[in-house]
């Protein structure tokens, strides 16, 4: 026997005795499904069975590690579903490319026509999977029977992308005869996923699931918004392709092959020349006087400032950058969250009216002495920055409330031209595995805290979750209503910010909360051949959170 320490309570089962069984018993105490267990602080799937004295905890597909393996499942699902009805003969790929509209946007490809009878049929075909409760089974191959197995299933991505994995074995999980690899845990059957659904969409379908804040509802997907984000997401999607990177695998051979500078190169050309479109839009109408950009925490927003800045000097204007974040309240005076943590994302922690009266003195052509907030003493300082603006003067205006009237309400709208900036990732790990565009921002945000702001990984990710909060409330509600939306996602970063992050992430203490999600954030790096930042230019988005920029970030 074996004492099971569950909620102080401890608890004597057999050994052997599988934590489905244990899960069964407590779920009735639940709202929502045991989809996975903390065993001694290490997560573990529901198959694993008790061998000795532990300390057991839930997770639920209301936690983070729960939702992601019910995301993972209904792909798992989903990829079954679409094999078994269009046939694999007739299936060039699936790809899971990223997510939009609180789903995830799947593009397949091959010698069938994606119709919504087909969808239906698939959805049928899933929920036929779901009643049926089949298990999902995991086992464990070396990497060279991985790269064999997927080839021989046609998933090339997969293939190419264990040819550059560091440890000898992966799990593959298969539902039947369907195997696949993904990156993370699986539930222990298909009858955890009872809530889904299929839209097909543009030139694909949204696999809809549900969100932590409700686990039993699936939102509905409305297609007449995101059209702006989904045409930035997919001409990024097409933009790696064409150049050979669309997934981890192809971006670990070029660098294997000496090709990071060059790709470096191509990557720094394309943005500046979509920063130069931009200028020229905003230059052909001398009535914007506010450039208004606005995207969630660290999507570069202050190096795009500078550099679109630049750009619109090269067409006659007299652009000023400025930071809304200098009007930051001192940070004793800051509101606080409901965990007593200084909440930095809602738009109180502006000083609104003295933005709206610089702004507006700025615009009625009289001088404004300009703030400047320290983040390492959490206050607000002024050193003789004065500014007046002249017939040609226009200011590049950066912070993730720019979009939302409500900061600049004193301003005419006539006179704001809106932008959208955000680090859409166009890498996936594989077709299957997408990589999450908050997973490449809070491995920029771990990195430039570190060196800037005196804050360890092990904070940045503890406030995560109040960042990510404040995003949903506060930026994504207004991002269509901006005239334009720029990616500044590099496609090689993630291999370059692996050197500056993996450190700062070892040094997180195993005991502590956030160290389940630093483990995770490593595993994913791990997937990455590193590259050298010496290469990248003075002025690239990435010197904001690595050092190194011609500006001042």
């Known amino acids: 026997m074996a004492v099971v320490t569950i909620g102080g309570e401890k608890k004597e089962y057999a050994v052997g005795t599988t934590y489905l069984s244990i899960a069964e018993e407590y779920q009735p105490q639940f709202d929502n499904d045991i989809i996975l267990f903390f065993v001694n602080g290490k997560l573990c799937e529901l198959h694993k069975k008790v061998t000795g004295d532990c300390t057991i905890s839930f997770v639920t597909t209301k936690d983070k590690p729960g939702l992601q393996t019910y995301q993972r499942s209904a792909t798992l699902i989903m990829l079954k579903a679409f094999y078994e009805i269009v046939g694999v003969e007739h299936i060039e790929k699936i790809s899971v490319d990223f997510s939009i509209g609180k789903g995830f946007f799947v593009e397949p490809r091959g010698d069938f026509e994606l119709t919504d009878e087909l969808l239906e ?70 009858g955890y996923i009872r809530y889904f659904d299929l839209v097909r969409y543009e030139h694909g379908f949204v696999l809809m699931l549900p969100t932590r804040k409700d686990p039993k509802t699936v939102p509905h997907f409305d297609s007449t918004r995101k059209q702006k984000l989904f045409q930035v997401l997919k001409e990024s999607s097409e933009w790696g392709e064409k150049l050979g990177v669309a997934n981890v695998g192809a971006l670990n051979e070029m ?4 090709k990071a500078n060059e790709l ?78 200084y909440n930095y ?63 600049s309400y004193t301003l005419p709208k006539e006179s704001k031209f809106k932008i959208y900036i955000s680090a859409l990732t166009q ?26 702001r005196g804050a360890s990984a092990q904070t940045t990710i ?18 269509e209503e901006a005239d334009v939306m720029f990616n500044s996602a590099s496609v090689y970063e993630l291999a370059v910010l692996k050197q500056y992050a993996e450190p700062i992430l070892f040094q997180i203490p195993r005991d502590s909360e956030e160290y389940l999600e630093a483990k995770r954030l490593l595993k994913f790096l791990d997937y990455f051949l590193g590259v050298s930042s010496e290469n990248i230019p003075q002025n690239s988005i990435v010197r904001e959170f690595i050092g190194g920029s011609c500006f001042r970030v």
């Open 255 to 258: 660098i294997s092959c000496g």
């Open 121 to 190: 049929a698939v959805k049928a075909k899933m929920r036929e999977y779901v009643e049926a409760r089949l298990p999902i089974m995991k086992r464990n191959v070396n990497t060279d029977e991985a790269v064999e197995l997927f080839t021989r299933h046609r998933m090339y991505d997969k293939a190419r992308l264990f040819q550059y994995r560091r440890v000898s074995r992966v799990n593959i999980y298969s539902i039947g005869n369907f195997e696949d690899y993904f990156y993370g845990y699986m539930a222990q059957n298909t």
């Open 427 to 452: 890498l996936n790990i594989d077709e299957h595995n997408r990589i999450p565009t908050t997973d490449g921002r809070l491995i920029r945000r771990m990195v430039r805290d570190a060196r800037t």
């Open 345 to 407: 994302e809602v738009l109180e922690c502006l000083d609104i009216k003295q933005f709206n009266e610089d702004m507006t003195n700025l615009l009625n052509g009289k001088t404004v002495e300009m703030p400047r907030y320290n983040f390492i003493t959490g206050m607000r300082e002024y050193k003789g920055d004065f500014l007046t603006m002249g017939e040609d003067d226009i200011l590049v205006i950066e912070g993730i409330h720019c979009l939302n009237d409500r900061l």
């Open 462 to 479: 503890r406030m995560w979750p109040s960042v990510r909060k404040g995003e949903e409330d506060n930026i994504f509600p207004f991002q």
């Open 264 to 341: 470096i190169l191509i990557q720094e050309a394309l943005q500046e020349k979509k920063i130069g479109q931009i200028a020229e839009m905003i230059a052909e109408q001398r009535g914007k006087k506010f450039v208004m950009i606005a995207g969630p925490s660290s999507s570069g927003k202050t190096t795009f400032s500078h550099r679109l800045s630049i750009q619109l000097k090269a067409l006659g204007m007299n652009p000023h950058p400025i930071g809304v974040d200098d009007y930051f309240v001192n940070r004793v005076n800051s509101p606080r969250d409901a965990d007593g943590n």
